[in-house]
């Protein structure tokens, strides 16, 4: 049974920085990628990272996101710098196409 449990998140001012991590346990350690829900919108994959550490981040963060690994660890990591007000949601990881199950995430909220 696959286990993603995230954490880093917090209520930071526009322009502040967050670091956000990742386990990941019970399954193989594939492609992975960030994805995030705001309010009233679908969740959508923000970064991505391939086993041996090829990355994509979409356009809208891309230059103040980056997503890292560190397969020894099972771990993923998303530096997000520059935030946004538009970048509060819940972040979650999960496999890039995503297994059913999902962490609880870990809520990233930018306000004054």
């Known amino acids: 049974q696959v286990q993603l449990v995230e954490s880093g998140g917090g209520l930071v001012q526009p322009g502040e920085s967050l670091q956000l991590s990742c386990t990941v346990s019970g399954s193989s350690f594939g492609m992975m990628g960030w994805y995030r829900q705001a309010p009233g919108k679908r969740r959508e994959l923000v970064a991505r990272i391939s086993s041996t550490g090829v990355t994509y981040h979409t356009n809208s963060v891309k230059g103040r996101f980056f997503i890292s690994r560190d397969n020894a660890k099972g771990a993923v990591y998303l530096r997000m710098n520059n935030l946004q007000y538009e970048d509060t949601a819940v972040y979650y990881c999960?496999?890039?196409?995503?297994?059913?199950?999902w962490g609880q995430g870990t809520q990233v909220t930018v306000s004054l």
């Open positions: 999960n496999r890039v196409p995503p297994f059913d199950t």
